[in-house]
């Protein structure tokens, strides 16, 4: 199935340090998603972004739309132990279904 | 917590046999949409139930099935199961169809040996 080009795959990082990441797509979406997934339980969502350009912040966390509508991308600043765990960007068309499509995710590990 | 629960939590099953999994919505949300996680990739959309009727379908074959009941609440079923269907099972609720907020249960496991 369809997926977004989700990079890096993987992040080993020392805690306090800051984190990017970023989500591709060849098609445009209206609505871009950040979740994260802990082991064994669904994804959460973190942040949601409505228009081309936005900048939106939830905490430590901050996001971005794409002016192009086909990128987006997710920055976490100073981070913490408990930040890790698998990060997915998830693009969504105002269609009938809204359906989600999903990048292959991002694990994050950090060194306390 | 979304409010959104599914069961079970896990689940062994043998090819060929049949499964049923159950999502209950979050309360207020009307919608529901059944999503596939295989080990190390991102969800993929199975299908979604908007006031009880199929609102789309992924490119999933016809042995996934599913319903929505006058509750909201919703099952997914998937007949003659194979090998490949061993996998995260997700449900999402949102508000209002569409291209509303998903919010995700914590998933059922299923393995097919």
């Known amino acids: 199935g369809q997926q977004l080009n989700q990079s890096p795959q993987s992040m080993f990082i020392q805690e306090g340090e800051d984190v990017s990441m970023n989500c591709t797509s060849s098609?445009?979406?209206?609505?871009w998603l950040w979740y994260k997934q802990d082991p064994g339980e669904g994804p959460v969502l973190l942040i949601a972004l409505y228009k081309a350009g936005e900048l939106t912040s939830n905490g430590r966390l901050t996001a971005q739309f794409g002016i192009t509508r086909k990128d987006s991308f997710l920055n976490i600043s100073a981070s913490i132990p408990s930040d890790v765990g698998i990060y997915f960007c998830a693009g969504q068309r105002t269609s009938n279904t809204g359906k989600l499509i999903f990048g292959q995710g991002t694990t994050l590990q950090v060194k306390p | 917590e979304t409010g959104v629960t599914q069961s079970p939590t896990h689940l062994i099953k043998t090819r060929g046999q049949q499964v049923t999994l159950r999502c209950s919505s979050q309360s207020g949300h009307n919608t529901v949409s059944w999503y596939q996680q295989a080990l190390g990739q991102g969800p993929q959309f199975i299908f979604q139930?908007?006031?009880?009727?199929?609102?789309g379908r992924g490119n999933f074959p016809p042995r996934f099935s599913g319903l929505q009941f006058p509750n909201y609440s919703s099952e997914l079923n998937v007949n003659a199961l194979e090998l490949d269907d061993s996998a995260l099972y997700l449900c999402?609720?949102?508000?209002?169809?569409?291209?509303?907020?998903?919010?995700f249960g914590p998933g059922t496991r299923l393995t097919v040996l």
């Open positions: 139930y908007y006031r009880e009727e199929e609102n």
């Open positions: 999402a609720s949102s508000g209002g169809g569409g291209a509303d907020t998903q919010y």
């Open positions: 098609s445009i979406f209206n609505t």
